[in-house]
Nanobody, 122 residues
Framework: QVQLVESGGGLVQAGGSLSLSCAAS????????MAWYRQAPGKQRELVAR???????NYADSVKGRFTIFRDNAKNTVYLQMNTLEPEDTAVYFC????????????????WGRGTQVTVSS
């Protein structure tokens, strides 16, 4: 079994910064992609940023230029640096790992973290 543990959420004023981290633990051979999603009250969960194992990244239009995702493959950890935060960024942020294999011929699986709250005050 693989577990994703997020940390780094909290309360910040608009214009401030926060950094999130997510560490995957367990018997892991490879992880195709690691991503951050968020879900605000009354809204659907949405992709914030994704980092592929080869280094490519993609972002939601709403966070481009403000958020940066980076991944440490050796540590199976993904980070999200969030700058110039806005009240609209307030949400629970979830870590997501896709294409997780426990060994070479394993069937790829997906895992979610439990989430961490980010609150941006105006």
């Amino acid at each position: 079994q693989v577990q994703l543990v997020e940390s780094g959420g909290g309360l910040v004023q608009a214009g401030g910064s926060l950094s999130l981290s997510c560490a995957a633990s367990g018997s892991i051979f490879t992880i195709d992609s690691m991503a951050w999603y968020r879900q605000a009250p009354g809204k659907q969960r949405e992709l914030v940023a994704r980092a592929l194992s080869g280094g490519n990244t993609n972002y939601a239009d709403s966070v481009k230029g403000r958020f940066t995702i980076f991944r440490d493959n050796a540590k199976n950890t993904v980070y999200l640096q969030m700058n110039t935060l806005e009240p609209e960024d307030t949400a629970v942020y979830f870590c997501f790992a896709d294409g997780v294999k426990n060994y070479y011929n394993d069937y790829p699986k997906r895992f979610w973290g439990r989430g961490t709250q980010v609150t941006v005050s105006s």
